[in-house]
């Protein structure tokens, strides 16, 4: 059932509408929430959702609860290619729990809140963003990894990023739903603008999966991928960042290891015809971000790569 | 003066990214100033250039006091003012959102700390800013609630109001939070909208920043005592909210008194012209900011008052 959750009205003739499509199954009680489109240029979230919306409104007596999906946290800014709320300074993840009396922004993003609290789980789906393409993965605060660990190791995916607490991310949509004891889980994967069907498929799989596991799921579930998940507390995470400006050629794909020494890319000068940086791994460790945007300047971002050994 | 290269980035495609200071005196590290952060801040570019001509000035005729250094950088971010953009035209991210910044980080995080280890040090730190909400308000001094701060110093602008605001979340990364948070007193002095130039309100600012300057013994300047300040929690202003979106026909401006229930607005019908919704005054106040846009979404901040 379609729901119309936020109606904020527009100056010419139309409503700002954040929509959900409600599906209840059996007479389970849990609910689990899919979210996506906080940040408009962000498109994979768009293939689960109709993905899950489809399979679970052909396979309803399948279902032991209920399963909201939310295509559209920021419809305008998808509408419009904006990765932001249009007319509206701040990253939409970085207002959050929002505030009733603030801009329409910070009104939207209480209503949100109020929305998903007492979910039994959100998923909260991302796909980086126009610069990085990204292996399906979680991110999960240092804070809550006990809760969410378990849980997202559930999801099928490649990478389990438990990272550090900082301040600014307090801001963010999951920080906020955890913080009000809703687990809330980050998924990135891709890169924007895009859709990857691939990495749409391990992730539906894992959701049917980890709805089978909190019991909400009684049908059977594609086999899962090979491999394991690696997870992050048990080495590091390094940050390659460019020492030139220029254009990046990469010379690897995504979800790669990469040995010490690698070349994994080029930053090269298209005026000069000369190559600027050749990129190499110190150390050897899997790639799980690299830059998909070519054109770049000192500092910017070329790679994560995870390497099993403790800074 | 010295006028010095204290960043420098290259670019594939366009000439280097280079922000420019301007160094009088030497001594003390007495005040630092900051200008444009955002490519659309012409207002706060415009008042530091106008205090760089101002300090020459000064220079020449031997009033800056001596002992005290003072840098001035009136822009941080030319790039984008230069093609119309307010962020960092590659990935539109804030330089203001990146303090202290990371020198080994992502571009805009190692902009904001060269600039960082450039400002830090000093005594006194000034950004010339733009409040947050795109409007008219009236000239103030803003100043961070972090445990550091000393609101009677931000008085000494002589601006009519001297705001102190309790941090968020995203505004832990700010230079103003960073500066205050690394010992020096920090103030945003904000006027003007983005994108323009307002003459008489810079003419205010400059005088404030002379004045606030002769009040430390920095400089030797007469200027006109500026008023006393009132000090405000900013949470204690009241906000005014849209109950419908519509054309904005507003009736009230900056600095004006008004009364319990008085009318401030009306949201007109786009198609017919009638009257949506009238926007009253909850309190007895002083109106402080008004919105610039003529359309207006529901639930968009219409007005902030102080309270009487």
């Known amino acids: 059932m379609i729901k119309t959750v936020i109606s904020t009205e527009l100056p010419v003739d139309e409503h700002l509408l954040i929509r959900k499509n409600s599906l209840t199954g059996g007479s389970g009680r849990k609910r689990i929430c899919i979210v996506t489109g906080t940040h408009g240029d962000e498109l994979e979230g768009q293939y689960i959702c109709w993905r899950i919306g489809e399979l679970l409104q052909s396979r309803l007596s399948e279902l032991d609860g209920t399963v909201d999906i939310y295509p559209a946290l920021n419809p305008m800014g998808i509408d419009s290619i904006t990765r932001g709320i249009p007319n509206f300074d701040l990253d939409m993840n970085r207002i959050f729990p929002g505030d009733p009396m603030g801009s329409m922004a910070e009104n939207t993003a209480h209503s949100i809140i109020e929305e998903l609290r007492g979910a039994d789980l959100v998923i909260d789906i991302h796909s980086s963003n126009i610069f990085l393409y990204e292996v399906p993965q979680v991110r999960i605060n240092q804070l809550t990894a006990g809760t969410l660990v378990p849980l997202a190791e559930k999801l099928n995916l490649d990478f389990l990023w438990v990272h550090e607490a900082a301040t600014v991310l307090e801001s963010t949509l999951a920080y906020s739903l955890n913080s009000l004891n809703t687990p809330t889980l980050v998924v990135e994967m891709g890169v924007g603008m895009r859709i990857t069907q691939s990495y749409g498929e391990q992730l539906v799989t894992g959701i049917l999966n980890l709805m089978r596991h909190l019991g909400v799921w009684k049908g059977d579930v594609p086999p899962l991928k090979e491999g394991r998940t690696i997870l992050s507390t048990k080495g590091t995470v390094d940050f390659i960042n460019a020492s030139a400006s220029g254009v990046f050629i990469p010379l690897i794909k995504h979800s790669n290891h990469a040995e010490a020494g690698q070349l994994i890319g080029r930053i090269v000068d298209p005026l000069h015809g000369t190559v600027l940086q050749d990129v190499k791994l110190e150390k050897p460790g899997f790639v799980f971000t690299i830059r998909a945007y070519p054109v770049v300047y000192e500092g910017s971002l070329l790679a994560r790569v995870y390497r099993e050994e403790k800074a | ?308």
């Open chain 2, 1 to 308: 003066m010295k006028r010095e290269l204290l960043f420098v980035l290259p670019s594939t495609f366009r000439d280097e990214f280079r922000i420019q200071g301007f160094r009088f005196g030497s001594g003390e590290k007495s005040i630092a100033i900051v200008g444009a952060m955002r490519g659309d801040e012409l207002q706060q570019q415009f008042i530091c250039s106008q205090l760089v001509n101002t300090l020459q000035d000064l220079e020449e005729r031997g009033d800056l006091v001596p002992g005290h250094e003072i840098l001035v950088v009136p822009s941080a971010n030319p790039f984008a003012m230069n093609i119309g953009k307010r962020f960092w035209a590659m990935d539109n991210t804030d330089i203001n959102r990146m303090f202290p910044g990371y020198s080994l980080g992502e571009t805009t995080q190692r902009i904001a700390a060269a600039l960082f280890e450039q400002l830090q040090g000093y005594r006194f730190g000034v950004q010339m800013s733009s409040y947050y909400l795109a409007g008219h308000y009236i000239p103030h001094v803003r100043m961070m609630h972090t445990g550091y701060e000393k609101p009677e110093l931000a008085q000494g602008f002589g601006l009519p109001y001297t705001f102190l605001r309790n941090p968020k979340p995203f505004d832990t990364t700010t230079l103003n939070y960073n500066w205050q948070i690394w010992e020096t007193q920090a103030f945003s002095v904000c006027a003007g909208q983005p994108g323009h130039i307002d003459n008489d309100s810079a003419r205010d600012i400059v005088s404030a920043t002379l004045r606030f300057m002769a009040l430390h013994g920095i400089i030797k300047c007469r200027t006109h005592p500026g008023y006393y300040s009132e000090l405000q929690l900013e949470e204690n202003l009241i906000t005014v909210k849209a109950r419908r979106a519509g054309i904005l026909y507003c009736l009230v401006r900056p600095d004006e008194s008004v009364r319990r229930d008085q009318v401030l607005a009306r949201i007109l019908d786009p198609y017919d012209g009638s009257v949506r919704w009238e926007a009253r005054a909850p309190e007895d106040g002083t109106v402080f900011y008004t919105p610039a846009k003529p359309l207006v979404h529901e639930n968009s901040v219409l007005f902030r008052i102080i309270p009487n």
